[in-house]
C-alpha cells in the first residue's frame, strides 16, 4: 500500500495546493495571453502562464544559475510537498527515501538559450551547467541532491501521460521496500523554441478568447492550451508514515496502468479503454466503485471522441461523473497527472467534484456525465485519474480515501 501524505502544487491559476483548489472551485483559470515573447504571426497566443512565480524568493542563490525553469518550480513543488508532510530529511535514512518525476521537456528554456550563445558567440560563452540542465532526469536528480535523498530514483519521459506514470513507479518503488519517494510531474516549454514545438504538433487553439479556447467534449472543440507548472507529491509506506507520526493522509494510490495505442492507420481502437480497465483490476475494484473520472480532456475531436468511447465502455452511457479541470490551467504535460491527482484527493477531502470549465454544449455523440457548470456534491471514495500522450501512451492511476 502507497499513501499520499504530502502535496505541493504550483499551476499558472494558483500558487500552493489551497490557492490553487480555491481557483478550481471558484472558475478561476490562469490561461492568458503569452507575454514572454511576441508570438504574432505563430497562429495562436493563448498559455497556461505562471505569472507571480520569483525563485530567488524560494531557492537559494546558487541554484539559480544552473537550473531551468522547470526545474525552479519542480524544487519549489517538492519543498511544499514534504513541507506539507511534515518531513525532516535529517530524520531519515538517505537510502530509505527516493524521487521519482515525469518530464517532457527537459530544460526546454535552458538549452534554447545556451545553443543560441553556442551559435552567436561560441562555445566558450556556453553555461558549464548545460551538461545536465537539459536532462529529463535533472529534476528527480536536483530533488535528490536538495534533499540527500539517495534511494531509488528515476525520471520517465511519456508526454502528458509521464506524470502518471511516475506515480505509478514511486507507487512500485515503495511497495518494493523504499518508505518514502517524491514524485510527481511539472514542465515548462513558453519559450519561443519551445512555443514552436506547441504550433508545429498541431493541437493548439487558435481562438484568442481565454474562456473559449480550449473546450473538451465540447461540440465547438477546436484544440487546446499548453501551460507550464504541475504538483509534487509524498508517497510513503503506511507503517512508515505512521512510525514518524505523518499529521494526515490523502489518499491511497490503490492501482495504474499504462498501455500503448497500436500503429495509426490499424483501425484497432485506443489503448485507453484496456489502460483503465487493467488499473481498475490492480486496484481491486470495478466500474461501479469509481465515483468520478478525471478525463485527460484533450479538446480535440478526434481524442475526445476515443475518450468518450473508451469511458462509455467501461462505465456504460453516462455511467460515471466525468469532469476536467485542465482548461483552467491548460494542458501541462508530465505535471498535469500529478495536479489532477491532487485535485481527485481534494475533492475526496471536501466531498465535491470541480466542474469542467469551460465546456458548455457536450457534443451529443459523446455519452458521458460530464460534470458542468457548478460543482457537484458527491461522496468520493474512488477516482479515476487519466492521461494520454502524443505518441500513443495511455496512463491511468485509481486513488482511493483512506481512514484516518
Not at 500558487?15 to 471558484?26: H, K, N, Q, S
Not at 530524520?91 to 517532457?104: I, K, Q, R
Request: glycine letters at 12%.
Amino acid at each position: 500500500m502507497s499513501v499520499v501524505t504530502g502535496v505541493g502544487v504550483i499551476a499558472p491559476n494558483g500558487l500552493g495546493t489551497e490557492p490553487f483548489w480555491e481557483a478550481v472551485l471558484a472558475g478561476r483559470g490562469g490561461i492568458g495571453p503569452l507575454t514572454r515573447f511576441d508570438t504574432t504571426g505563430s497562429g495562436a497566443c493563448l498559455a497556461g502562464q505562471i505569472a507571480d512565480f520569483q525563485a530567488a524568493q524560494h531557492l537559494p542563490s546558487r541554484l539559480l544559475p544552473q537550473t531551468d525553469i522547470s526545474t525552479r518550480l519542480a524544487l519549489v513543488a517538492a519543498q511544499w510537498a514534504l513541507d506539507d508532510a511534515k518531513v525532516d530529511t535529517a530524520e531519515l535514512t538517505d537510502y530509505d527515501m527516493g524521487v521519482v518525476t515525469g518530464n517532457a521537456s527537459g530544460g526546454f528554456e535552458f538549452t534554447h538559450r545556451e545553443f543560441n550563445k553556442l551559435w552567436s558567440m561560441g562555445s566558450e560563452h556556453v553555461s558549464v551547467y548545460e551538461s545536465f540542465a537539459w536532462f529529463y532526469a535533472v529534476n528527480t536528480g536536483q530533488i535528490s541532491i536538495r534533499h540527500g535523498m539517495r534511494g531509488p530514483s528515476s525520471a520517465l519521459v511519456a508526454e502528458q501521460a509521464g506524470g502518471l506514470d511516475a506515480v505509478g513507479h514511486a507507487r512500485r518503488t515503495v511497495r518494493r521496500g523504499t518508505p518514502l519517494v517524491v514524485t510527481g510531474g511539472v514542465d515548462s516549454a513558453l519559450d519561443p523554441w519551445g512555443w514552436a514545438s506547441h504550433v508545429a504538433g498541431g493541437s493548439l487553439s487558435t481562438a484568442t478568447d481565454p474562456a473559449r479556447a480550449y473546450l473538451p467534449f465540447d461540440a465547438e472543440a477546436t484544440g487546446n492550451v499548453p501551460g507550464e507548472g504541475g504538483a509534487m507529491l509524498v508517497l510513503e509506506d503506511p507503517e512508515a508514515a505512521r512510525a514518524r507520526g505523518v499529521p494526515h493522509v490523502y489518499g491511497e494510490i490503490a492501482g495504474y496502468a499504462q498501455t500503448f495505442d497500436p500503429p495509426p492507420g490499424s483501425g484497432r481502437p485506443s489503448g485507453q479503454r484496456r489502460a483503465i480497465e487493467l488499473a481498475l483490476t490492480d486496484a481491486g475494484v470495478t466500474p461501479a466503485d469509481v465515483d468520478v473520472v478525471f478525463a485527460d480532456a484533450a479538446g480535440l475531436p478526434e481524442q475526445d471522441r476515443a475518450e468518450a468511447a473508451a469511458l462509455e465502455a467501461v462505465f456504460g452511457a453516462a455511467g460515471v461523473p466525468v469532469t476536467a479541470t485542465k482548461p483552467l490551467t491548460g494542458r501541462l504535460f508530465s505535471g498535469a497527472g500529478p495536479l489532477d491527482i491532487v485535485t481527485a484527493v481534494l475533492a475526496m477531502r471536501d466531498s465535491v467534484i470541480p466542474p469542467t470549465a469551460g465546456t458548455l454544449t457536450p457534443a451529443p455523440e459523446y455519452r458521458i456525465d460530464l460534470v458542468r457548470g457548478d460543482a457537484r456534491p458527491a461522496t468520493i471514495e474512488t477516482a479515476l485519474v487519466l492521461a494520454r500522450g502524443r505518441w500513443g501512451f495511455n496512463s491511468a492511476v485509481v486513488v482511493r480515501s483512506v481512514d484516518q
